[in-house]
């Protein structure tokens, strides 16, 4: 086989044998063998003397193709694709057409090698999966995107319907490289990182990858707000030993009950990780203490898998004999398992010690779902008693969407994110049909996704025997029958009440439909008019009425005048000075398509003031705000984010919004540091939780505008009981200062808490 001009024997499967061009050292190949093996231990699944044959090819092949390529690290660029093929084969259990896939995937992107190539060496399946998984470039589109991440996340997912293993080895490739971000530049692991917490993450979570999505997403955490991360790391080491002691002392009696009823189980203690606990920390506003489940007991059963759910609910019961559950917090996975595959039940338990201590109780085939996802739910799904298949319902939702939706990749992206990330919940036919819809949905996003039809003619449904409107928000376990009337017509206005992109996508259809029954009788009513104007009834003229009245089509406007919402006293001002109306019409043809190419920022530095700041001068010259969703302070981390004829926007890396932009426009990211002078101040707001006793607010008042001298913005106090919650906006000049108020605040006697958040009250 010739690949260039160098002649490569593959005929033997010996590493020791391996055919390596002279630009490794001799030390390199050393290692790159030493990989391979590693790889050949990590392939677990099914593997024929064939199949062995093509990964080794596959491998000589990729190290000559990247032989020149060295990552940022220094070292040669085959350890990538090496590292996403052990990845693929070890941690989510694929096989041939995969692993050769991971050790293929940046040969197209990077190389002069084609798709076309591949499948004629490696066969039309591998192929396949290397095209999916080969970024696009703004040269496919001539620069005329919004968005070129958001275009390679529609590719990926339109991809991903057609063949599985194109997400889960880019799921691979993208683990390897967070492992592996520290040598890249700050921006370059803001844009990464984004991507990965945004669209990545999530998708690992949704395809039951749970162990890769929280590696994701603490490694995420870690450059994002790396302050965060090693702060939290410290927490846990401080309460790792008194934890881990409570929880075997909570196992030792249940332990020997288990044993007791023939029940074998493996008893573990999980901690979770930064980010997890981050996540918990900013959403309920708790410190590391306060969070009762930073560690878990996980209760693993070995059984047949005929009597899963009894022995579970036989563990369950267990549990109960020696310690209280929680029933608000019980959550039954097994009755109804995630779209993912996941079962399990949660349950909550006080402790001796008066703790509550979470517990997650499964099987050893649950767990193995639970943590490698996709590819474990696949071997088990046609065993008897496995979980419904969902995972092929989810796929079927998302071919739906690629093939329904005409909207920009942005838009796209968000819609797939919506209907497929979102948590869900399971609602019920009136015969009994369970159907998982997103979180949030309405009665008229059912109505929609049983039929057309249904959900143009709703007027109400049936929601537990209970008569409830179109707008109503579905919960878990919801019997829902749909009230349609044929004299109901699809409005506007019903978007208002709609959360998923498949409903979105037929209501519009249905407007679309119904408008354009009313066109014969709009276009005569609309001639007549024309014909009195002594204006022809042309194409072009027709155009320009729509664009003065501000109309999408011509099917808007025959139906606004089928209906009289425009007469003949709308219509005649358009054509009254025929000259103006040309002019008018290019004017309008010609807006937003002309405006000044975006250019390469210069600003190394931030230096001014904006909105959320104050100074003696208010001016605004100097081509950047401070955003109000997260109001940065000088101290605090900041990342830049320019569009073009906007002032550059500051935000906190670990700004929700930020972190959504970055993940769509990372190019857009430009450097940035603080420069400001001592003359400016800057917003941040508290939070303060204390004793509601009398003088409190006084002491409070004092400190912050007596003791500190500060200029508060806003002051909101509300009391329930006997606590009392406080959120304070006002100016400080940089975060040194704000971590000296936050002290302050901590020492005094009546506060118990005290969080900084990103919001003001008026936001």
Same mark, same amino acid.
């Given at each position: 086989?010739?690949?260039?001009?160098?002649?490569?024997?593959?005929?033997?499967?010996?590493?020791?044998?391996?055919?390596?061009?002279?630009?490794?050292?001799?030390?390199?190949?050393?290692?790159?063998?030493?990989?391979?093996?590693?790889? +050949?231990?990590?392939?677990?699944?099914?593997?024929?003397?064939?199949?062995?044959?093509?990964?080794?090819?596959?491998?000589?092949?990729?190290?000559?193709?990247?032989?020149?390529?060295?990552?940022?690290?220094?070292?040669?660029?085959?350890?990538?694709?090496?590292?996403?093929?052990?990845?693929?084969?070890?941690?989510?259990?694929?096989?041939?057409?995969?692993?050769?896939?991971?050790?293929?995937?940046?040969?197209?992107?990077?190389?002069?090698?084609?798709?076309?190539?591949?499948?004629?060496?490696?066969?039309?399946?591998?192929?396949?999966?290397?095209?999916?998984?080969?970024?696009?470039?703004?040269?496919?589109?001539?620069?005329?995107?919004?968005?070129?991440?958001?275009?390679?996340?529609?590719?990926?997912?339109?991809?991903?319907?057609?063949?599985?293993?194109?997400?889960?080895?880019? +799921?691979?490739?993208?683990?390897?490289?967070?492992?592996?971000?520290?040598?890249?530049?700050?921006?370059?692991?803001?844009?990464?990182?984004?991507?990965?917490?945004?669209?990545?993450?999530?998708?690992?979570?949704?395809?039951?990858?749970?162990?890769?999505?929280?590696?994701?997403?603490?490694?995420?955490?870690?450059?994002?707000?790396?302050?965060?991360?090693?702060?939290?790391?410290?927490?846990?080491?401080?309460?790792?030993?008194?934890?881990?002691?409570?929880?075997?002392?909570?196992?030792?009696?249940?332990?020997?009950?288990?044993?007791?009823?023939?029940?074998?189980?493996?008893?573990?203690?999980?901690?979770?990780?930064?980010?997890?606990?981050?996540?918990?920390?900013?959403?309920?506003?708790?410190?590391?203490?306060?969070?009762?489940?930073?560690?878990?007991?996980?209760?693993?059963?070995?059984?047949?898998?005929?009597?899963?759910?009894?022995?579970?609910?036989?563990?369950?019961?267990?549990?109960?004999?020696?310690?209280?559950?929680?029933?608000?917090?019980?959550?039954?996975?097994?009755?109804?398992?995630?779209?993912?595959?996941?079962?399990?039940?949660?349950?909550?338990?006080?402790?001796?010690?008066?703790?509550?201590?979470?517990?997650?109780?499964?099987?050893?085939?649950?767990?193995?779902?639970?943590?490698?996802?996709?590819?474990?739910?696949?071997?088990?799904?046609?065993?008897?008693?496995?979980?419904?298949?969902?995972?092929?319902?989810?796929?079927?939702?998302?071919?739906?969407?690629?093939?329904?939706?005409?909207?920009?990749?942005?838009?796209?992206?968000?819609?797939?994110?919506?209907?497929?990330?979102?948590?869900?919940?399971?609602?019920?036919?009136?015969?009994?049909?369970?159907?998982?819809?997103?979180?949030?949905?309405?009665?008229?996003?059912?109505?929609?996704?049983?039929?057309?039809?249904?959900?143009?003619?709703?007027?109400?449904?049936?929601?537990?025997?209970?008569?409830?409107?179109?707008?109503?928000?579905?919960?878990?376990?919801?019997?829902?029958?749909?009230?349609?009337?044929?004299?109901?017509?699809?409005?506007?206005?019903?978007?208002?009440?709609?959360?998923?992109?498949?409903?979105?996508?037929?209501?519009?259809?249905?407007?679309?439909?119904?408008?354009?029954?009313?066109?014969?009788?709009?276009?005569?009513?609309?001639?007549?008019?024309?014909?009195?104007?002594?204006?022809?009834?042309?194409?072009?003229?027709?155009?320009?009425?729509?664009?003065?009245?501000?109309?999408?089509?011509?099917?808007?406007?025959?139906?606004?005048?089928?209906?009289?919402?425009?007469?003949?006293?709308?219509?005649?001002?358009?054509?009254?000075?025929?000259?103006?109306?040309?002019?008018?019409?290019?004017?309008?043809?010609?807006?937003?398509?002309?405006?000044?190419?975006?250019?390469?920022?210069?600003?190394?530095?931030?230096?001014?003031?904006?909105?959320?700041?104050?100074?003696?001068?208010?001016?605004?010259?100097?081509?950047?705000?401070?955003?109000?969703?997260?109001?940065?302070?000088?101290?605090?981390?900041?990342?830049?984010?320019?569009?073009?004829?906007?002032?550059?926007?500051?935000?906190?890396?670990?700004?929700?919004?930020?972190?959504?932009?970055?993940?769509?426009?990372?190019?857009?990211?430009?450097?940035?540091?603080?420069?400001?002078?001592?003359?400016?101040?800057?917003?941040?707001?508290?939070?303060?939780?204390?004793?509601?006793?009398?003088?409190?607010?006084?002491?409070?008042?004092?400190?912050?505008?007596?003791?500190?001298?500060?200029?508060?913005?806003?002051?909101?106090?509300?009391?329930?009981?006997?606590?009392?919650?406080?959120?304070?906006?006002?100016?400080?000049?940089?975060?040194?200062?704000?971590?000296?108020?936050?002290?302050?605040?901590?020492?005094?006697?009546?506060?118990?808490?005290?969080?900084?958040?990103?919001?003001?009250?008026?936001?």
């Amino acid at each position: 086989m010739i690949f260039g001009k160098k002649h490569i024997n593959f005929a033997s499967s010996n590493t020791g044998n391996m055919n390596y061009p002279d630009t490794y050292s001799k030390e390199e190949m050393l290692e790159m063998d030493k990989q391979y093996e590693l790889l +050949l231990e990590a392939w677990t699944s099914e593997k024929k003397e064939a199949d062995i044959e093509l990964v080794k090819k596959a491998y000589e092949f990729a190290a000559l193709a990247h032989k020149d390529a060295r990552r940022k690290s220094g070292e040669p660029y085959i350890f990538h694709p090496i590292a996403v093929a052990i990845i693929v084969a070890k941690e989510i259990g694929m096989g041939a057409t995969s692993i050769t896939s991971a050790l293929l995937h940046d040969v197209v992107e990077d190389t002069d090698y084609t798709v076309e190539y591949i499948s004629q060496e490696f066969g039309p399946k591998v192929a396949r999966v290397v095209k999916g998984l080969t970024k696009l470039s703004s040269i496919d589109f001539q620069n005329s995107i919004e968005s070129i991440q958001a275009e390679n996340y529609r590719k990926i997912v339109n991809t991903m319907s057609e063949d599985i293993r194109v997400i889960l080895v880019k +799921l691979a490739d993208r683990l390897h490289n967070m492992r592996t971000l520290e040598s890249m530049a700050h921006h370059k692991q803001l844009k990464i990182a984004s991507e990965t917490v945004s669209f990545y993450a999530p998708l690992a979570f949704r395809l039951g990858l749970f162990a890769i999505k929280s590696e994701l997403e603490n490694l995420c955490l870690k450059y994002i707000n790396p302050q965060v991360y090693e702060s939290i790391s410290l927490q846990i080491n401080e309460i790792r030993d008194k934890k881990i002691k409570e929880l075997e002392e909570f196992i030792i009696p249940i332990k020997e009950e288990l044993s007791k009823e023939g029940i074998k189980a493996e008893l573990k203690i999980i901690e979770r990780r930064q980010s997890s606990l981050w996540e918990r920390m900013r959403k309920f506003g708790l410190s590391i203490d306060e969070i009762y489940d930073a560690y878990v007991l996980r209760i693993i059963i070995d059984c047949p898998i005929e009597i899963e759910k009894i022995q579970c609910w036989q563990t369950f019961g267990v549990m109960t004999m020696f310690y209280r559950p929680n029933n608000s917090r019980l959550r039954d996975w097994l009755s109804f398992p995630k779209t993912n595959g996941y079962e399990s039940i949660h349950a909550v338990f006080m402790s001796k010690q008066g703790n509550w201590i979470e517990t997650q109780i499964r099987t050893q085939r649950m767990d193995i779902i639970a943590e490698r996802g996709v590819m474990a739910y696949l071997k088990y799904k046609n065993d008897v008693n496995a979980a419904e298949n969902t995972l092929k319902s989810w796929l079927d939702n998302v071919i739906d969407l690629t093939n329904s939706s005409d909207s920009s990749a942005v838009e796209f992206i968000n819609s797939f994110k919506l209907d497929l990330f979102s948590d869900e919940i399971c609602v019920f036919t009136p015969k009994g049909e369970m159907k998982r819809m997103p979180k949030g949905a309405t009665v008229l996003d059912f109505a929609y996704m049983i039929h057309s039809e249904i959900g143009n003619h709703c007027i109400g449904a049936n929601v537990n025997k209970k008569l409830t409107t179109i707008d109503y928000v579905l919960n878990m376990g919801d019997q829902v029958e749909v009230i349609t009337s044929q004299y109901q017509h699809p409005h506007e206005n019903s978007f208002d009440f709609l959360v998923t992109s498949l409903a979105k996508t037929r209501l519009k259809a249905g407007i679309k439909d119904y408008k354009r029954s009313f066109k014969e009788d709009g276009k005569a009513k609309l001639q007549e008019y024309f014909d009195k104007l002594n204006v022809e009834f042309t194409k072009q003229n027709r155009n320009i009425v729509v664009e003065k009245l501000g109309l999408a089509g011509r099917i808007d406007l025959y139906y606004n005048v089928s209906i009289e919402k425009f007469t003949f006293q709308d219509i005649e001002p358009i054509f009254k000075n025929t000259q103006n109306s040309s002019n008018t019409l290019l004017k309008i043809l010609t807006f937003g398509l002309v405006g000044s190419t975006s250019s390469k920022s210069k600003s190394e530095s931030v230096s001014g003031s904006e909105s959320g700041s104050k100074s003696e001068s208010d001016s605004n010259d100097l081509g950047y705000t401070i955003s109000t969703c997260c109001n940065p302070i000088p101290g605090d981390d900041v990342v830049a984010i320019t569009f073009p004829n906007q002032p550059v926007q500051l935000h906190r890396p670990d700004c929700p919004k930020a972190i959504e932009l970055m993940s769509k426009y990372g190019k857009n990211i430009v450097k940035a540091k603080w420069q400001f002078s001592e003359d400016i101040a800057f917003m941040a707001t508290l939070k303060i939780s204390g004793v509601n006793k009398l003088g409190f607010g006084t002491e409070l008042f004092a400190v912050l505008s007596e003791g500190f001298k500060l200029d508060l913005y806003s002051i909101k106090m509300q009391s329930e009981g006997g606590m009392v919650d406080v959120t304070v906006s006002f100016y400080v000049k940089n975060l040194q200062q704000l971590e000296t108020v936050i002290d302050s605040l901590r020492k005094m006697e009546l506060v118990k808490k005290v969080m900084r958040i990103e919001r003001n009250i008026e936001s």
